[in-house]
C-alpha cells in the first residue's frame, strides 16, 4: 500500500547543530563525555569545537513527504542505521531531507507485516553528504487495514 | 585508557552496565529527541498499544550503546553503526552494552555490537564501522 510511495521526497530543511540541544541530547543518552559540550576540549580536539553523538540526527526536522499519511499508533521501529561522512560539528547548518526508499510486506508471527524503509539525508550548505540514515518501520497488518478504511 | 587500536580481533571494549532503566530517562529522551510517543513515557497509552507497560524508545538504547566508542573520539570516528531491535525494553530492565572487534581492514575496525537486558536476551544488536583517521 505504500510501494507508490516510493522515490518520493521531502523538502529539504535546514537545521542547526545547536549547542544546548547536543548537551541535553548527551545527557538524556548518557554519554557525558566532554567533548559533546566543554567548549575547551572541543576547541583543542582535532575538530577545532565540539562534536554531535552519532544518533543525534533523530533531532532534526526532516520535513514533510507530501500525503505519506504514516499512522501515530501501531508502529514497530525494526532496524535503524546512520552512514557519516565525518563527525556532526557543533554550530554547523545541515540540510536534511528524506525520500521512501523501499517498501515491501512478508508474512510474519503476526500476520502479513509491512516494511516501509525511510533513507534520510544531511547535508552541508555546499551539497556535500555529511550523514545518511535508514528506519526501517514494520507497520502490523491491524493498523494497515486502519489505514486502508 | 587503552586505545581501540590495541584490540585484537575477538577481543571487547569494557563494557557498560547501565543503570536500571527509570521513567525519567525516557521522559528526557523524550524531550531531548522530540519522540513524544506517549508508549514510552505514559503507561495508560502502553496498555493500549497492547503492552504490558512503557517500553524504552529503541533509539535510546542504540544512542547510550554508541558511548562505548565515545572516548576513542581522537583516533576515529563512527562511520557505520547499524543495529536491529530485537526485543522491547522495560521499566527497571538493566541494560549491559558490548562490542567485540570483529575484522580489521585499514583503516575500519568493524565491531558487533550489542544490548543484553538483565536475563542474557539480546534487545539491540548490530555493528559499528569505526574509521581511524
Known sequence: ?149 | MSTLTQLQVGESVKEIQLEAVSRIDLIKYAGASGDFNPIHTIDEEAKKAGLPGIIAHGMWTMGNLAKLFTPYFEEGFVKDYSIRFKGMVFLNDVITLKATLKEVEEPNLRFQVLALNQNGNEVLKGEVLFTKF
Open chain 1, 1 to 149: 500500500m505504500f510501494s507508490n510511495q516510493v522515490g518520493k521526497r521531502s523538502n529539504k530543511v535546514k537545521n542547526d547543530v545547536e549547542r544546548g540541544a547536543v548537551k541535553k541530547f548527551a545527557e538524556a543518552i548518557g554519554d557525558l563525555h566532554p567533548i559533546y559540550f566543554d567548549v575547551e576540549v572541543g576547541r583543542n580536539s582535532r575538530f577545532k569545537n565540539n562534536i554531535a553523538p552519532p544518533t543525534f540526527p533523530r533531532t532534526f526536522d526532516y520535513g514533510v513527504i507530501d500525503r505519506l499519511n504514516l499512522p501515530t499508533k501501531g508502529l514497530i521501529h525494526g532496524e535503524q542505521t546512520f552512514h557519516y561522512e565525518r563527525p556532526l560539528v557543533v554550530g554547523e547548518e545541515i540540510l536534511c531531507y528524506s525520500e521512501v526508499k523501499k517498501y515491501f510486506e512478508k508474512k510474519g508471527n503476526f500476520g502479513e507485516m509491512g516494511f516501509l524503509v525511510l533513507e534520510s539525508f544531511g547535508e552541508d550548505l555546499a551539497g556535500n553528504t555529511i550523514f545518511s540514515s535508514t528506519s526501517t518501520i514494520v507497520i502490523s497488518e491491524a493498523v494497515r487495514k486502519v489505514l486502508t478504511k
